[in-house]
């Protein structure tokens, strides 16, 4: 079991920066990615980024490619996710989660955290 805390959201203005971390605990080892995801009002959830555990290899969406970097502390088992050139239709909530080696996708989430950009 894994575990993950996402936090990091607030409002800013169009243009502006944010940066989302999320923490891992338990068997941590076991992890094979992480992924941000996030989902505006009646929306689906949509990709964001992943970025694999060992090796740091990493995915973006389109719509947010050059704009976002994924990142990962092996030490601090956190995954960060700097937001840049921030656009109202980034606004949603975004969702940390981790997929383990057992070949079962993203199967651990965290609670999710608001971002908020304002035009």
């Known amino acids: 079991q894994v575990q993950v805390i996402d936090s990091g959201g607030g409002l800013v203005q169009a243009g502006g920066s944010l940066r989302l971390s999320c923490a891992a605990s338990?068997?941590?080892?076991?992890?094979?990615?992480m992924g941000w995801f996030r989902q505006a009002p009646g929306k689906d959830r949509e990709f964001v980024a992943t970025i694999t555990w060992s090796g740091g290899h990493t995915i973006y969406a389109d719509s947010v490619t050059g704009r976002f970097t994924i990142s990962r502390d092996n030490v601090k088992n956190t995954v960060y996710l700097q937001m840049n050139s921030l656009k109202p239709e980034d606004t949603a909530t975004y969702y940390c989660?981790?997929?383990?080696?057992?070949?079962?996708?993203?199967?651990?989430w965290g609670q999710g955290t608001q971002v908020t950009v304002s035009s």
């Open positions: 338990g068997r941590t080892f076991t992890m094979y990615k």
């Open positions: 989660s981790a997929a383990l080696t057992d070949g079962r996708g993203f199967n651990y």
